[in-house]
């Protein structure tokens, strides 16, 4: 039986202190606090865990230079704090990175408030990063166009060394056992709050099989990111505040051999800035910053948002780079706190990214709203303190498990140099059950492989098949069913993005330098 299979007749019938809705990185990261202070928790995710906006990050763990605009100390004191405590706590999974703020000689921010910016920064974050240091020439040089780069500034921050979404998945991992557990694909019912016996009845399915099963939790915490005002509003929770969503979309280019560190340029617009992110075999350009009114807006990549990248894409970077093909698309929806009543008509930049947690006052239930994934840890703590007034520890928390990485089964991807977690220990390990469970998030291959893995000629199809192969069959999904599903995707996304974008150009190969 697998990991997935197993858990889901574990929790049948069970009682847990917690249930969190939402496995992200805030759920994901209270789960593993909860967890290791002793807690039996449930964790689970309509969709895939770090499907939501955990998956198209830029990955950067950083200690809050935006706040500094605002002069906001106490926030990168905070954030500093909890860049580093990650840095030197997760080493197998996040770098120390240098970053580099590149000044143009047009335009942008002066070179000596930068400097002694950056400097105030490190040390709010009481020196435990490298000093920030002016360098005039470096290899990125070679790909940047001449009139828009006048010296740079090397500043450090922390970066994700493989992905968020497997960052966010291997702390889920760590926390399964016989009393705590996670279910993806897993979609709530029902839910009430029973209020003789004091606790929450949850009649849960799993999207997988129209299995199902009922579980009580004494405490729900609602970690659902974009979606946290639907669940409010399934459960007739009250609440003074809601999300906006700010759309960020990234393109990823070839990577050229000369890109090591992310880049950071003005936008020339609203204070703001466009980054060029080393990721693996691309270079991720982004990330947009839109106020949308809807999660489907805010998940649909319009070509205004491709025109916009390209278009300062030029102003920053040579032809050979903005002109070579577009490997992949990558976006996401911020989910951004603000009270019930505000009307956002600003550029969302300007509007907090902060988080906040909610109690409700009669029923016990907690909100988290904005966050990021640098503050989880100290999100994580604040709810754990709420928890503790609620209910006592049981006991000492359980060492959580850190076996996974060793026992990996790997294998390989055609035209990708690195190896990658074998599918059958996916499945068998790690909650697999789709095509682009397996591409997107288990491995990076659908951002790291034109036209999400299929190959710009479809010439990886043949291997496709064979993972699917190793997904697990049930009524609906037969190993053809699986690649049907996931090809069908990509048409309607990836190659409908592409094609709309020829249509209007003439191509991505087009000679224009504006
Ligand atoms: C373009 C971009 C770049 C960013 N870059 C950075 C960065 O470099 N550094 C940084 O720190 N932050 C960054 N962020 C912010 C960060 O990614 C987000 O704040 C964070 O991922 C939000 O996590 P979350 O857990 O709140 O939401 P999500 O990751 O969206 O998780 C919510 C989960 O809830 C689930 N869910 C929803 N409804 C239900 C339901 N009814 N039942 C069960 N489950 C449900 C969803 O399926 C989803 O998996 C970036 C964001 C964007 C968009």
């Not at 496995?23 to 789960?31: F, H, L, Q, R, W």
């Not at 009922?214 to 929770?237: R, S």
């Not at 009250?238 to 950071?264: C, M, N, W």
Request: glycine letters at 6%; hydrophobic letters at 35%.
């Amino acid at each position: 039986m697998n990991i997935r299979d197993k858990s889901w007749s574990q929790a049948e019938n069970k009682t847990f202190d917690v249930a969190i809705i939402g496995a992200g990185i805030n759920g994901a990261a209270v789960y593993k606090r909860l967890c290791s202070d002793g807690y039996n928790v449930l964790l689970i995710d309509k969709g895939d865990f770090s499907c939501g906006t955990s998956q198209a990050s830029a990955m950067m763990i950083w200690g809050g230079l935006l706040y500094l605009k605002n002069l906001d100390i106490s926030s990168v004191y905070a954030l500093s704090k909890d860049r580093d405590t990650l840095i030197s706590s997760y080493k197998e999974q996040i770098m120390p990175a240098h970053f580099r703020y590149v000044f143009n000689k047009n335009k942008g921010r002066n070179k000596f408030f930068v400097y002694f910016a950056l400097h105030f920064y490190w040390l709010l974050g009481f020196f435990r990063r490298e000093k920030p240091e002016f360098q005039d020439y470096f290899d990125e040089l070679s790909f940047i166009k001449h009139d828009a780069a006048d010296g740079s500034i090397n500043y450090q921050e922390g970066f994700l060394k493989w992905s968020d979404s497997r960052f966010v998945l291997d702390w889920i991992l760590s926390c399964q056992s016989l009393d705590s557990l996670a279910l993806n694909y897993c979609a709530i019912q029902e839910g009430s709050f029973d209020q003789q016996d004091k606790q929450w009845s949850l009649s849960l399915s799993d999207l997988t099989s129209n299995h199902r099963c009922n579980v009580k939790a004494k405490v729900l915490i609602n970690c659902a990111g974009v979606w946290t005002d639907n669940v409010n509003e399934q459960f007739n929770i009250q609440s003074r505040y809601k999300h906006v969503f700010s759309k960020g979309v990234f393109i990823a280019y070839e990577r050229p051999k000369t890109h090591r560190q992310p880049l950071i340029f003005d936008m020339g617009e609203h204070g703001d800035t466009l980054t060029l992110i080393p990721w693996g075999p691309v270079s991720l350009w982004g990330p947009t910053e839109t106020l949308v009114q809807s999660i489907e807006e805010g998940y649909t990549i319009t070509t205004e948002d491709i025109y916009f990248l390209q278009e300062h894409a030029r102003r920053h970077l040579k032809s050979t780079l903005v002109n070579s093909k577009i490997v992949s698309f990558r976006c996401g929806l911020r989910p951004l706190v603000v009270k019930k009543g505000f009307k956002a008509d600003c550029y969302p930049l300007d509007l907090s990214r902060h988080y906040k947690i909610l109690e409700d006052p009669v029923l016990p239930w907690i909100s988290v709203y904005g966050g990021k994934l640098s503050g989880c840890i100290s999100l994580a703590a604040k709810v754990a303190a709420k928890i503790s007034r609620k209910i006592p520890k049981r006991q000492e928390g359980l060492p959580l498990r850190n076996d996974q990485a060793e026992n990996i089964r790997w294998n390989f991807f055609p035209g990708l140099e690195v190896r990658v977690p074998a599918i059958d220990w996916c499945v068998e390990n790690e909650f697999c059950c789709t095509l682009e469970d397996y591409l997107r998030r288990r491995t990076n291959i659908s951002q790291w492989i034109p036209r999400e893995g299929l190959g710009y000629n479809n010439e990886n199809i043949w291997f496709l098949e064979e993972l699917a192969a190793h997904l697990p069959a049930n009524n609906a999904r037969t190993p053809g069913n699986h690649l049907k599903a996931y090809v069908n995707t990509v048409h309607d996304g990836c190659d409908r993005l592409i094609k709309t974008f020829e249509n209007h150009t003439g191509g991505f190969n087009e000679p224009s330098e504006v």
